[in-house]
């Protein structure tokens, strides 16, 4: 007997129904099932956060340089060697945090960088072996060339931009100021 692909297809596809059908009749007429609603995970509890997470705001004594007033922590970064670069977002001008810096810290510091303006300030000796950076505080200006600045990581957090970035690498524990 030579069987027709249309008529196997429509016998395969027929008794596809009825067995998927079938289950379905007696007990989904008695009442609707609903798929469960989807919950978003649970958030980790804070003890099970990874030890990674960003530390709070150091102080003046720890970085052993002043803070510019109303500077904002933004981030801290480890530089290798056991050392951190701190991270300050400030409203001030590049022209402002530059004149704030020359005199706390009674350096006149350098111009490393005409565009965009950065200005280095060292507060340390650098010793390579022990060293991945030089102790100190960099200041860049973030509107240069029209920019808006440098954007707030913190959602929602205020101001939305900094003109001005205070990087502040301090001198490790131990070594000579």
């Known amino acids: 007997m030579l069987v027709r ?7 395969t596809v027929g008794c596809c129904i009825v067995l998927w ?21 649970a958030p ?7 030890s990674s997470a960003q530390p709070s705001a150091p102080t003046e004594a720890q970085l052993g340089v002043p803070l510019y007033p109303g500077s904002q922590f933004i981030a801290s970064y480890d530089a290798g060697r056991g050392q951190r670069f ?12 530059v004149a704030f810096y020359k005199q706390a810290l009674k350096n006149s510091g350098d111009l490393v960088f005409d565009q965009p303006p950065t200005h280095m300030f060292e507060v340390g ?20 060339g029209g920019r808006g600045g440098y954007l707030n990581p913190v959602p929602g957090g205020q101001p939305q931009r900094f003109p001005t970035v205070i990087q502040i690498v301090p001198v490790p524990l131990g070594a000579v100021r």
């Open 44 to 50: 980790p509890p804070a003890a099970t956060q990874p």
């Open 86 to 97: 701190y991270l300050f977002g400030s409203q001030a001008s590049f022209a402002q945090l």
């Open 125 to 144: 000796r650098f010793r390579e072996e022990t060293m991945a950076f030089p102790p100190g505080v960099t200041l860049k200006d973030y509107t240069f």
């Open 5 to 11: 692909p249309a008529a196997v297809a429509t016998a």
């Open 21 to 41: 059908a079938a289950p379905l009749s007696a007990e989904a007429q008695a009442a609707p099932q609903r798929p469960a609603p989807v919950q978003a995970p």
